[in-house]
């Protein structure tokens, strides 16, 4: 019996893990129009199976009302959705901190049961 509970729960996991791939892949084409690159992806195999991304670019990129249009027509992709306002948030961040001079930029994508994302400024 266990051994089905558990054959059932790797069954979920891997049709899951299919569909945050899926997401993240009708993803890239909007993350490449905002001029951002994928450096890294990692999967985590498991019950909830997670899919982790790293994505890099410049920070003159960002363009808060350009951004805000694309959140719009996200759709149901909610990576895209999070991915956006993560980044909508930093291209007021980066406004406001002018001075500093930020050249780059570095967006960790956590793609699972709870979806999140993680937007750092870099010189």
């Not at 051994?3 to 893990?17: I, P, R, V």
């Not at 895209?80 to 930020?102: C, D, H, I, P, S």
């Amino acid at each position: 019996m266990f051994d089905k509970l558990k054959e059932g729960l790797m069954t979920q996991s891997a049709a899951k893990a299919q569909e945050l791939l899926r997401e993240f892949n009708d993803a890239i084409p909007k993350i490449k129009a905002l001029g951002l690159s994928v450096e890294s992806v990692g999967i985590k195999v498991g019950v909830p199976p997670e899919i982790t991304a790293r994505l890099v670019g410049s920070v003159a990129a960002l363009d808060a009302d350009e951004i805000g249009k694309m959140a719009k027509e996200s759709g149901d992709n909610k990576l895209l959705g999070a991915l956006l306002e993560a980044l909508r948030t930093a291209a007021t961040v980066k406004n406001y901190l002018q001075q500093v001079g930020f050249k780059g930029l570095r967006a960790d994508a956590r793609l699972g049961l709870l979806p999140s994302v993680e937007v750092g400024l870099l010189n």
